[in-house]
């Protein structure tokens, strides 16, 4: 089981981002999240999608920013991230929840980790 997270860079404030996390097998019909840690904190839930259905789920500081989507005929979960603000400068990570279908924000939930990729919003 792989995942493979990529899209992260440097935008400033106000910019906007697109993280992909590509999977080695079907996503369908399990659960990914979002996950970031920034400099000096803990691992946060950020967003998750449930592959089955498209139902998703955000932390309350990316909604209404934040947009998260499966596409599964390319076993890919993108994050699409507008209006940054620096407090969003941190490592981002993508999981799958292999146990229970149903979203989550809670890490200890999640199976399998990508690689993670970092963003940092400055000027």
């Known amino acids: 089981v792989q995942l493979q997270a990529s899209g992260g860079g440097l935008v400033p404030p106000g910019g906007s981002l697109r993280l992909s996390c590509t999977a080695s097998f079907p996503l369908d019909p399990y659960a990914v999240g979002w996950f970031r840690r920034a400099p000096g904190k803990g691992r946060e839930g950020v967003s998750c999608v449930e592959s089955s259905d498209g139902s998703t789920i955000y932390t309350d500081s990316v909604k209404g920013r934040f947009t998260i989507s499966s596409d599964n005929a390319k076993n ?19 999981a799958l929840k292999i146990i229970g279908l149903s979203c989550s924000l809670y890490d200890f939930e999640y199976d399998y980790w990508g690689q993670g990729t970092l963003v940092t919003v400055s000027s």
């Open 76 to 94: 890919t979960v993108y994050l699409q991230m507008n209006n940054l603000k620096p407090e969003d400068t941190a490592v981002y990570y993508c």
